[in-house]
């Protein structure tokens, strides 16, 4: 029989303590609807003192209907100087409306004496008081022993005696952190091992990324004996992050056989985590493990020729195990084995040494002597393939586009807004559009969508984000060929485009163009 380890998913809390996000109550009930609807089976929300801040309150106040999570609230042990009843911390967890709640605790004996400044016996007394005083009130209660694994090693006996003090006042469970990050797995796994011989209350792990082994930590403690782990689902996370429950819960459901999440909600975790990052107004690297752009994108010519026989050769599991897509990469490095497999998403039945074949090969040639490069530009070589085969139905064409910056503002001042006006042809009819925004891409990108969507309307599924130049021939100042690369996304899926010229605008536009036409490719062949 499998065995279940818990997640708790803390994004709306240390994920919020990330020097880079900032999370509205809104943005906090969005996240939480996405985690509750992969079955993860408690997300911790925050604070819920209004001194701790405005958006955990708002957020206690109206939280979310989940169908599967566990709301959790955050709070500390009681002061130092007061009871548990009549702390307005613990009074506030009460209060929160939480069906579970996380008590955080000090381990670490130095911690004790250093930072609360007081007693061992004082600390041990607030921890089991805590605890006690919520569990009287019904609530599931996580205790967090904060430090734990350098306390651990400070004082192994301490360290313990506050896991036994959390234990003594009814503690579900205890999570065992390590809070500065430091812990390599082997003494994870050791130190877990003496605490689950020391308590038969089920362990946890919460592990921070600062030496980048907070994954694997978090794996070596389940496998050491903890059934709970805490992180955040893109290790989003204070300082260096959390652990990344997307690596964690791999690991340990499709290598080790443990049951993490419902197995139907495996292949929901690259929108999960695309979506988790555009709400914390981050960027997910391309080579984030699983759910990246780029984390089955193959780019050498061996690394292709073997994916294309047995994906089993360059890749551990296949990317749609968890929603994401492989990407073949269209470059000098691939050789023909790419390019034929391009070509036949196209052409079904071309062949390597057919005439297509050729055609394609000279013109990616020519193409890359101007400056093109398709590596990062996928959409674009599906398109020239189309447009150099004849296998592309416009679903419009581009009359012409004037772009206008520097102009001058209502008060007299210059204005940094661009505008541009769009003229296009759709359905055999022309469409004359003007768009404002924050420089000429954005306000091309604004004209083209109030010109296209009357015959269009999906493209408000579509959007923009990213947007790259280069400098191709930097020698040549301001005559270089520049090159533009724009990422799109509908939400389900992503796609690259290019534009070369030495004017950057019209590079801007190549790009620009080539992902709208991209995603209105399966709209063409309705087209007159």
Not at 386 to 394: M, Q
Request: hydrophobic content about 40%.
């Amino acid at each position: 029989m499998r065995q279940r380890v818990t997640l708790m998913d803390t994004t709306l809390r240390d994920g919020a303590q990330s020097s880079v996000v900032s999370l509205s109550p809104e943005d906090k009930r969005s996240i939480a609807r996405l985690l509750d609807d992969l079955g993860v089976a408690y997300i911790e929300a925050g604070y819920p003192r209004p001194a701790q801040g405005d958006a955990d309150a708002a957020f206690f106040r109206d939280p979310p209907a989940l169908r599967r999570a566990r709301l959790t609230a955050f709070g500390a042990t009681r002061r130092k100087d007061a009871d548990a009843a009549s702390d307005a911390g613990l009074q506030a967890l009460a209060d929160s409306g939480a069906e579970a709640v996380t008590i955080v605790g000090k381990a670490w004996l130095w911690h004790v004496t250093e930072v609360l400044g007081c007693t061992p016996d004082e600390n041990l007394r607030m921890i089991e008081q805590s605890v006690r005083f919520l569990k009287d009130l019904g609530r599931e209660v996580i205790f967090d022993a904060e430090h734990f694994f350098d306390g651990y090693k400070h004082d192994a006996a301490y360290a313990l005696d506050t896991l036994n003090a959390a234990r003594r006042g009814g503690a579900d469970l205890l999570c065992l952190c390590d809070t500065r990050g430091g812990v390599l797995p082997d003494e994870a796994a050791d130190i877990v091992r003496a605490a689950r011989g020391a308590t038969d209350t089920p362990l946890g792990v919460h592990a921070h990324n600062d030496a980048g082994m907070a994954a694997a930590v978090s794996v070596a403690a389940v496998r050491a004996g903890c059934t709970h782990v805490q992180g955040t689902l893109c290790g989003f996370g204070e300082r260096c992050g959390n652990a990344d429950l997307i690596a964690v819960t791999l690991a340990l459901q499709s290598k080790l056989g443990y049951d993490c999440l419902p197995p139907d909600s495996l292949g929901r975790l690259t929108h999960a985590a695309r979506r988790v990052s555009e709400i914390c107004n981050l960027t997910l690297p391309g080579n984030h493990p699983y759910v990246g752009s780029s984390a089955f994108a193959h780019k050498a010519g061996m690394h292709i020729d073997g994916v294309l026989k047995n994906p089993e050769t360059f890749e551990h599991i296949l990317p749609e195990t968890v929603g994401n897509t492989r990407k073949l990469m269209i470059s000098d490095h691939s050789g023909r084995a790419q390019v034929l497999s391009t070509l036949r998403r196209v052409v079904p039945d071309a062949e390597r040494g057919g005439e297509e074949m050729d055609r394609v090969m000279r013109a990616l040639r020519e193409r890359q002597g101007l400056g093109y490069g398709y590596e990062a530009a996928e959409a674009s070589f599906e398109l020239m393939i189309r447009d150099l085969l004849g296998l592309y139905e416009p679903a419009f064409e581009p009359v012409h586009y004037t772009v206008f910056s520097g102009w001058e503002a209502p008060d007299g001042g210059p204005s940094d807004n661009a505008r541009a006006m769009v003229k296009v042809s759709a359905r055999g009819e022309f469409s004359l559009a003007a768009g404002e925004g924050d420089g000429p891409v954005n306000a091309l990108d604004a004209a083209l969508r109030v010109a296209l969507e009357p015959f269009y309307p999906r493209l408000r599924d579509m959007r923009l984000t990213d947007y790259k130049v280069r400098v191709l021939n930097p020698s040549a100042a301001s005559a270089a060929f520049v090159r533009v690369l724009i990422a799109s996304t509908d939400g389900a899926r992503d796609w690259s485009t290019i534009g070369v010229s030495t004017d950057i605008i019209r590079a801007s536009w190549q790009a620009l163009y080539d992902s709208v036409r991209y995603f209105l490719l399966e709209d063409s062949s309705s087209c007159p």
